[in-house]
C-alpha cells in the first residue's frame, strides 16, 4: 500500500490560490509589500518540498506522480520565489513571464485528466488544473497591464477565490476518503500490534 499525501497538496494549493486572491485585490499596490512574503514563503515550501519528493521518487500510481509532483514543485517554485521578492521589496515580473510558461503545462494537464479518467473526480480536478494554468497564464499581462484597473483585479480575484473552492473539492474529498482507505493501516515496526484504540 502506497502512502498518499496529495491532499496535503491540495490543500495548501487551495490555501495558495486564496492568498493570491487576496494580493491581486488588495496587495499589488500596497506599498508595504513584505508583509504579504510569509504566506507566499509557508504555501510555495510545502508545495516545492513534498511536490519535490513525489517528482523524485515516484511513490504514486502512474500518471498522478508527475500530474501532480511536477506541478506541485511549478507552483511552489513559484510562490516561494514571490515571497522572497516581495520581502525584499523587488519586482515579480519575472515571476510572471515564468508563471505564463507552467500555466500551459497546466492547461494541457486538464485536457489529460479529463481524457484519461484521472482521480475520482476527472471533472472537478480538469477544471481545477484548467483554471490554474489560466491564472498562470493571466500572471504576465495582469503585472503589465491590469496592476491600475481595479475591475479587472476583482475579477481575476474572484476567479482566483473559484479555483480555491475547485481544490478545496477535491483536496477535502480526499481527507474524507483517506480517513476510511488509510483506517488500517500501520507502519512495519507496529505490524502484528492491536490496533490503536483497542
Not at 16 to 40: H, S
Request: no cysteine; proline share 6%.
Amino acid at each position: 500500500m502506497f502512502i498518499d499525501f496529495l491532499s496535503l497538496l491540495l490543500i495548501n494549493m487551495m490555501a495558495g490560490f486564496v492568498l493570491l486572491a487576496w494580493y491581486v485585490y488588495a496587495g499589488l499596490d500596497d506599498p508595504d509589500q513584505p508583509r504579504w512574503a510569509p504566506g507566499f514563503i509557508v504555501t510555495g515550501l510545502i508545495a516545492f518540498l513534498f511536490g519535490g519528493y513525489i517528482t523524485l521518487t515516484w511513490p504514486l500510481p502512474g500518471p498522478y506522480n508527475s500530474a501532480f509532483g511536477e506541478l506541485s514543485v511549478l507552483f511552489g517554485a513559484l510562490f516561494l520565489a514571490a515571497g522572497i521578492v516581495m520581502a525584499r521589496g523587488g519586482n515579480l515580473l519575472t515571476l510572471g513571464l515564468y508563471a505564463f510558461f507552467a500555466g500551459w503545462v497546466a492547461i494541457l494537464l486538464s485536457v489529460r485528466v479529463l481524457m484519461l479518467k484521472l482521480t475520482s473526480t476527472p471533472p472537478v480536478t480538469a477544471l481545477g488544473f484548467f483554471a490554474s494554468g489560466f491564472a498562470g497564464v493571466l500572471a504576465l499581462p495582469g503585472l503589465l497591464w491590469f496592476k491600475q484597473n481595479r475591475l479587472l483585479r476583482t475579477l481575476v480575484a474572484i476567479m482566483l477565490l473559484l479555483t480555491a473552492a475547485l481544490w478545496a473539492l477535491v483536496g477535502y474529498g480526499a481527507y474524507w476518503m483517506h480517513m476510511t482507505a488509510f483506517a488500517h493501516w500501520m507502519p512495519a515496526s507496529m505490524r502484528g500490534l492491536p490496533p490503536m484504540g483497542k
